[in-house]
Protein backbone atom coordinates (compact mmCIF):
# COMPACT_ATOMS: atom_id res chain seq x y z
CA UNK A 1 0.00 0.00 0.00
CA UNK A 2 0.91 3.13 -0.81
CA UNK A 3 3.65 5.09 2.19
CA UNK A 4 2.95 8.86 2.60
CA UNK A 5 5.05 11.68 3.92
CA UNK A 6 4.47 10.45 7.53
CA UNK A 7 4.40 6.82 9.13
CA UNK A 8 1.09 5.20 9.51
CA UNK A 9 1.54 5.34 12.70
CA UNK A 10 1.62 8.90 12.95
CA UNK A 11 -0.86 9.47 10.30
CA UNK A 12 -3.63 7.99 12.08
CA UNK A 13 -3.25 9.97 14.52
CA UNK A 14 -2.86 13.47 12.36
CA UNK A 15 -5.75 12.71 10.01
CA UNK A 16 -7.79 14.96 12.22
CA UNK A 17 -5.76 17.78 12.84
CA UNK A 18 -4.45 17.85 9.31
CA UNK A 19 -7.26 17.77 7.43
CA UNK A 20 -8.93 19.78 10.39
CA UNK A 21 -6.51 22.79 9.36
CA UNK A 22 -6.86 22.49 5.89
CA UNK A 23 -10.68 22.57 6.41
CA UNK A 24 -10.39 26.09 7.89
CA UNK A 25 -7.90 27.70 5.30
CA UNK A 26 -10.66 26.50 2.69
CA UNK A 27 -13.32 27.43 4.68
CA UNK A 28 -12.22 30.77 5.55
CA UNK A 29 -11.08 31.63 1.79
CA UNK A 30 -14.53 29.99 0.61
CA UNK A 31 -16.36 32.81 2.82
CA UNK A 32 -14.26 35.74 0.98
CA UNK A 33 -14.70 34.26 -2.49
CA UNK A 34 -18.19 33.12 -2.54
CA UNK A 35 -16.29 29.79 -4.14
CA UNK A 36 -19.01 27.81 -5.52
CA UNK A 37 -18.32 24.76 -8.57
CA UNK A 38 -22.56 24.45 -9.68
CA UNK A 39 -22.36 28.18 -9.00
CA UNK A 40 -19.75 28.47 -11.54
CA UNK A 41 -21.69 26.50 -14.47
CA UNK A 42 -24.65 28.12 -13.40
CA UNK A 43 -23.29 31.90 -14.00
CA UNK A 44 -21.48 30.40 -17.05
CA UNK A 45 -24.54 28.86 -18.59
CA UNK A 46 -27.40 31.91 -17.87
CA UNK A 47 -25.06 34.95 -18.03
CA UNK A 48 -21.34 34.12 -19.26
CA UNK A 49 -19.89 35.28 -16.29
CA UNK A 50 -16.31 33.38 -15.53
CA UNK A 51 -15.74 34.31 -12.34
CA UNK A 52 -16.56 31.30 -10.48
CA UNK A 53 -16.16 29.23 -13.55
CA UNK A 54 -12.31 30.24 -13.66
CA UNK A 55 -12.04 29.10 -9.89
CA UNK A 56 -13.27 25.64 -10.62
CA UNK A 57 -11.09 25.32 -14.13
CA UNK A 58 -7.86 27.12 -11.59
CA UNK A 59 -8.61 24.10 -9.51
CA UNK A 60 -8.48 21.30 -11.87
CA UNK A 61 -5.31 22.80 -13.54
CA UNK A 62 -3.56 22.88 -10.44
CA UNK A 63 -4.25 19.66 -9.17
CA UNK A 64 -2.78 18.56 -12.73
CA UNK A 65 0.08 20.41 -11.52
CA UNK A 66 0.31 19.91 -7.56
CA UNK A 67 -0.18 15.96 -8.08
CA UNK A 68 2.53 15.80 -11.42
CA UNK A 69 4.89 17.71 -8.88
CA UNK A 70 4.53 15.12 -5.94
CA UNK A 71 4.47 12.51 -7.90
CA UNK A 72 7.98 13.57 -9.28
CA UNK A 73 9.39 13.98 -5.48
CA UNK A 74 7.46 11.14 -3.72
CA UNK A 75 6.33 8.46 -6.26
CA UNK A 76 4.87 6.28 -3.31
CA UNK A 77 2.35 8.70 -2.00
CA UNK A 78 0.88 9.36 -5.58
CA UNK A 79 1.57 6.04 -6.62
CA UNK A 80 -1.38 5.65 -8.71
CA UNK A 81 -0.87 8.90 -10.48
CA UNK A 82 -1.44 9.14 -13.61
CA UNK A 83 -4.64 7.43 -13.23
CA UNK A 84 -5.18 6.55 -16.48
CA UNK A 85 -2.26 5.15 -17.84
CA UNK A 86 -1.31 3.27 -14.22
CA UNK A 87 -4.94 1.73 -13.62
CA UNK A 88 -6.28 1.61 -17.38
CA UNK A 89 -8.41 4.78 -19.15
CA UNK A 90 -11.63 3.37 -17.79
CA UNK A 91 -11.40 2.78 -14.11
CA UNK A 92 -12.53 4.47 -10.94
CA UNK A 93 -10.58 5.30 -8.35
CA UNK A 94 -12.11 4.31 -5.54
CA UNK A 95 -15.15 6.41 -3.67
CA UNK A 96 -18.76 5.12 -5.02
CA UNK A 97 -20.18 1.47 -4.03
CA UNK A 98 -17.72 -1.61 -4.86
CA UNK A 99 -17.37 -4.29 -6.94
CA UNK A 100 -19.33 -2.93 -10.12
CA UNK A 101 -17.63 -3.35 -13.16
CA UNK A 102 -16.55 0.00 -15.48
CA UNK A 103 -19.58 0.89 -17.39
CA UNK A 104 -21.58 0.43 -14.24
CA UNK A 105 -19.55 3.34 -12.41
CA UNK A 106 -19.37 5.55 -15.49
CA UNK A 107 -23.41 5.31 -15.33
CA UNK A 108 -23.21 6.02 -11.91
CA UNK A 109 -20.86 9.02 -12.47
CA UNK A 110 -22.59 10.74 -15.39
CA UNK A 111 -26.47 9.65 -13.06
CA UNK A 112 -24.80 11.40 -9.95
CA UNK A 113 -23.11 14.11 -11.85
CA UNK A 114 -26.62 15.05 -13.24
CA UNK A 115 -28.54 14.73 -9.97
CA UNK A 116 -25.81 16.78 -7.95
CA UNK A 117 -25.75 19.94 -10.91
CA UNK A 118 -29.72 19.53 -10.95
CA UNK A 119 -30.60 19.73 -7.40
CA UNK A 120 -27.21 22.59 -6.50
CA UNK A 121 -28.93 24.73 -8.90
CA UNK A 122 -32.33 24.61 -6.93
CA UNK A 123 -30.44 25.38 -3.26
CA UNK A 124 -28.57 27.98 -5.07
CA UNK A 125 -25.17 26.48 -4.58
CA UNK A 126 -22.88 23.05 -4.29
CA UNK A 127 -22.44 21.46 -0.42
CA UNK A 128 -19.30 23.47 -0.18
CA UNK A 129 -21.00 26.59 -0.76
CA UNK A 130 -24.17 24.97 1.62
CA UNK A 131 -21.32 24.82 4.55
CA UNK A 132 -20.23 28.42 3.87
CA UNK A 133 -23.85 29.87 3.66
CA UNK A 134 -24.14 27.93 6.90
CA UNK A 135 -21.09 29.31 8.70
CA UNK A 136 -22.88 32.81 7.46
CA UNK A 137 -25.85 32.46 8.88
CA UNK A 138 -28.41 30.84 6.54
CA UNK A 139 -30.49 28.23 8.47
CA UNK A 140 -31.77 26.93 4.73
CA UNK A 141 -28.46 26.20 4.52
CA UNK A 142 -28.27 24.26 8.06
CA UNK A 143 -31.01 22.12 7.20
CA UNK A 144 -29.43 21.59 3.56
CA UNK A 145 -25.84 20.51 5.81
CA UNK A 146 -28.24 18.23 8.09
CA UNK A 147 -29.90 17.01 5.28
CA UNK A 148 -26.39 15.74 4.31
CA UNK A 149 -25.91 13.81 7.55
CA UNK A 150 -29.06 12.21 7.02
CA UNK A 151 -28.52 10.99 4.37
CA UNK A 152 -24.79 9.87 4.72
CA UNK A 153 -26.72 7.08 6.90
CA UNK A 154 -29.45 6.62 4.25
CA UNK A 155 -27.02 5.73 1.70
CA UNK A 156 -25.78 2.86 3.60
CA UNK A 157 -28.35 2.00 5.13
CA UNK A 158 -30.77 1.88 1.78
CA UNK A 159 -29.67 3.21 -1.95
CA UNK A 160 -25.99 1.91 -1.81
CA UNK A 161 -27.35 -2.00 -1.67
CA UNK A 162 -30.52 -1.13 -3.97
CA UNK A 163 -28.56 0.25 -6.77
CA UNK A 164 -25.67 -2.93 -6.51
CA UNK A 165 -28.46 -4.70 -6.83
CA UNK A 166 -30.04 -3.19 -9.50
CA UNK A 167 -26.66 -2.73 -11.55
CA UNK A 168 -26.18 -6.42 -11.32
CA UNK A 169 -29.49 -7.68 -12.07
CA UNK A 170 -29.01 -5.61 -15.57
CA UNK A 171 -25.66 -6.98 -15.59
CA UNK A 172 -23.02 -4.59 -14.84
CA UNK B 1 -5.01 43.01 4.44
CA UNK B 2 -7.37 45.38 2.45
CA UNK B 3 -5.00 44.18 -0.69
CA UNK B 4 -5.83 40.58 0.49
CA UNK B 5 -9.87 41.47 0.88
CA UNK B 6 -9.63 43.17 -2.77
CA UNK B 7 -8.37 40.28 -4.20
CA UNK B 8 -10.41 37.52 -2.64
CA UNK B 9 -13.36 39.48 -3.67
CA UNK B 10 -12.56 40.54 -6.86
CA UNK B 11 -12.67 38.53 -10.23
CA UNK B 12 -9.57 36.56 -9.32
CA UNK B 13 -10.45 36.03 -5.96
CA UNK B 14 -11.96 32.16 -6.96
CA UNK B 15 -8.59 31.71 -8.98
CA UNK B 16 -6.76 32.05 -6.31
CA UNK B 17 -8.97 29.70 -4.29
CA UNK B 18 -8.97 27.03 -6.87
CA UNK B 19 -5.29 27.22 -6.56
CA UNK B 20 -4.86 26.98 -3.29
CA UNK B 21 -7.33 23.67 -2.47
CA UNK B 22 -6.17 22.19 -5.28
CA UNK B 23 -2.23 22.65 -3.90
CA UNK B 24 -3.73 22.16 -0.53
CA UNK B 25 -5.27 18.23 -1.75
CA UNK B 26 -2.23 17.54 -2.63
CA UNK B 27 -0.13 18.27 0.51
CA UNK B 28 -3.05 16.42 2.48
CA UNK B 29 -3.16 13.27 0.51
CA UNK B 30 0.56 13.01 0.74
CA UNK B 31 0.42 13.25 4.70
CA UNK B 32 -2.34 11.41 5.27
CA UNK B 33 -2.21 8.27 2.39
CA UNK B 34 -0.22 5.93 4.52
CA UNK B 35 -3.48 5.93 6.68
CA UNK B 36 -5.59 4.08 4.14
CA UNK B 37 -6.42 6.20 1.13
CA UNK B 38 -8.38 6.83 -1.34
CA UNK B 39 -6.22 8.65 -3.53
CA UNK B 40 -7.32 11.88 -4.68
CA UNK B 41 -9.50 12.04 -1.38
CA UNK B 42 -7.61 15.56 -0.22
CA UNK B 43 -10.75 17.34 -0.28
CA UNK B 44 -14.32 16.82 -0.68
CA UNK B 45 -17.33 18.52 0.16
CA UNK B 46 -19.50 15.35 0.44
CA UNK B 47 -17.35 12.24 1.08
CA UNK B 48 -15.81 14.46 4.07
CA UNK B 49 -19.32 14.95 5.57
CA UNK B 50 -20.08 11.20 5.09
CA UNK B 51 -17.29 10.21 6.85
CA UNK B 52 -17.55 11.98 9.79
CA UNK B 53 -21.07 11.40 10.33
CA UNK B 54 -20.52 8.08 9.78
CA UNK B 55 -17.46 7.90 11.36
CA UNK B 56 -18.73 9.81 14.56
CA UNK B 57 -21.89 7.11 14.62
CA UNK B 58 -19.54 4.49 14.15
CA UNK B 59 -17.26 5.26 16.97
CA UNK B 60 -20.46 6.58 19.38
CA UNK B 61 -22.65 3.63 18.65
CA UNK B 62 -21.10 1.03 17.39
CA UNK B 63 -22.45 0.80 14.16
CA UNK B 64 -20.31 -0.02 10.83
CA UNK B 65 -21.61 2.32 8.11
CA UNK B 66 -19.69 2.66 5.24
CA UNK B 67 -16.71 5.32 4.97
CA UNK B 68 -13.42 5.52 3.48
CA UNK B 69 -10.40 3.60 4.64
CA UNK B 70 -8.43 6.62 6.01
CA UNK B 71 -11.06 7.55 8.18
CA UNK B 72 -11.84 3.67 9.28
CA UNK B 73 -8.43 3.61 9.89
CA UNK B 74 -7.56 7.13 12.00
CA UNK B 75 -8.40 7.94 15.66
CA UNK B 76 -10.93 10.41 14.39
CA UNK B 77 -12.63 10.41 10.77
CA UNK B 78 -11.57 13.68 8.61
CA UNK B 79 -13.00 16.65 10.00
CA UNK B 80 -12.64 18.55 7.20
CA UNK B 81 -16.19 19.86 7.03
CA UNK B 82 -15.56 20.87 10.46
CA UNK B 83 -12.75 23.19 9.70
CA UNK B 84 -15.20 24.67 6.93
CA UNK B 85 -17.52 25.73 9.01
CA UNK B 86 -15.26 27.12 11.57
CA UNK B 87 -12.96 28.85 8.87
CA UNK B 88 -16.67 30.30 7.51
CA UNK B 89 -17.70 31.71 10.57
CA UNK B 90 -14.81 33.45 11.48
CA UNK B 91 -14.06 34.99 8.05
CA UNK B 92 -18.50 36.25 8.22
CA UNK B 93 -17.45 37.56 11.32
CA UNK B 94 -14.64 39.43 10.50
CA UNK B 95 -16.42 40.94 7.80
CA UNK B 96 -19.67 41.21 9.73
CA UNK B 97 -21.25 39.14 7.37
CA UNK B 98 -22.44 36.79 9.82
CA UNK B 99 -26.12 37.13 10.07
CA UNK B 100 -29.27 34.59 11.26
CA UNK B 101 -31.30 34.15 8.44
CA UNK B 102 -34.48 32.25 9.45
CA UNK B 103 -36.39 30.04 7.15
CA UNK B 104 -39.58 28.75 6.71
CA UNK B 105 -40.99 25.60 7.52
CA UNK B 106 -41.34 25.20 3.36
CA UNK B 107 -37.62 26.06 2.99
CA UNK B 108 -36.83 24.14 5.59
CA UNK B 109 -38.60 20.46 3.62
CA UNK B 110 -37.06 21.89 0.62
CA UNK B 111 -32.92 22.13 1.86
CA UNK B 112 -33.51 18.96 3.82
CA UNK B 113 -35.07 16.37 0.89
CA UNK B 114 -32.47 18.45 -1.17
CA UNK B 115 -29.46 17.16 1.05
CA UNK B 116 -30.20 14.13 1.54
CA UNK B 117 -31.12 13.84 -2.19
CA UNK B 118 -27.75 15.16 -3.32
CA UNK B 119 -25.79 13.75 -0.96
CA UNK B 120 -27.39 9.73 -2.71
CA UNK B 121 -26.68 11.46 -5.92
CA UNK B 122 -22.75 12.48 -5.10
CA UNK B 123 -21.79 9.07 -3.26
CA UNK B 124 -23.13 7.36 -6.22
CA UNK B 125 -20.57 9.30 -8.26
CA UNK B 126 -18.23 9.01 -4.74
CA UNK B 127 -17.26 12.59 -5.37
CA UNK B 128 -18.79 16.45 -4.95
CA UNK B 129 -18.04 18.62 -8.11
CA UNK B 130 -14.38 19.23 -5.93
CA UNK B 131 -13.52 15.71 -5.82
CA UNK B 132 -14.35 15.18 -9.27
CA UNK B 133 -11.80 17.93 -9.91
CA UNK B 134 -9.09 16.16 -8.09
CA UNK B 135 -10.34 12.64 -9.28
CA UNK B 136 -9.48 14.40 -12.96
CA UNK B 137 -6.40 15.88 -12.10
CA UNK B 138 -5.12 12.52 -10.87
CA UNK B 139 -6.05 11.30 -14.68
CA UNK B 140 -9.24 9.39 -14.27
CA UNK B 141 -11.39 9.90 -17.09
CA UNK B 142 -14.50 9.05 -15.49
CA UNK B 143 -14.85 11.61 -13.16
CA UNK B 144 -14.87 13.88 -16.73
CA UNK B 145 -18.03 11.94 -17.40
CA UNK B 146 -19.12 13.00 -13.73
CA UNK B 147 -17.95 16.78 -14.59
CA UNK B 148 -20.11 16.34 -17.92
CA UNK B 149 -23.05 15.24 -15.85
CA UNK B 150 -23.04 17.93 -13.86
CA UNK B 151 -22.79 20.26 -16.29
CA UNK B 152 -25.88 18.95 -17.94
CA UNK B 153 -27.68 18.61 -15.12
CA UNK B 154 -27.08 22.56 -14.27
CA UNK B 155 -27.90 22.88 -17.60
CA UNK B 156 -30.99 20.67 -17.29
CA UNK B 157 -32.40 22.31 -14.04
CA UNK B 158 -31.85 26.36 -15.36
CA UNK B 159 -34.12 25.10 -18.55
CA UNK B 160 -36.85 23.85 -16.64
CA UNK B 161 -36.55 26.67 -13.99
CA UNK B 162 -37.14 29.62 -16.75
CA UNK B 163 -39.85 27.46 -18.60
CA UNK B 164 -41.86 27.21 -15.56
CA UNK B 165 -41.02 31.22 -15.20
CA UNK B 166 -42.17 31.81 -19.16
CA UNK B 167 -45.59 29.66 -18.54
CA UNK B 168 -46.72 31.90 -15.99
CA UNK B 169 -45.37 30.31 -12.62
Same mark, same amino acid.
Given at each position: MAAGWISKELAVILVPLITLVSGCIIGYLAQKTGFCAIGGFRDYIMFRHTRLLHGFIAMIVTAIVAFFFFHMITPMAFENFPWLVTKGVLSSVPGAPADLSQMAYIILAVIGGIGMGAIGVYVGGCPLRQFVMTAEGSMKSLWFVVGMAVGSVIFYLVTAGFVVGLMKSMGL | MNNINDLLSGCRGPIVLGVIIGFLAAIVQGL? +?? @??GPEA???CALCHTRDLVNGILNIALGTSYGLAPVSKA @? +? #??? #?TMIGVLIGGVIAAKMSSEFRIKHAQIKDVLIYFIGGVLLMQFGLLFGACPYRAALRLGYGEVVALFGIIGIVFGVWLALALITRSFKGGN
Open positions: - | T +IS @AGYGF @A +I #LPV #L
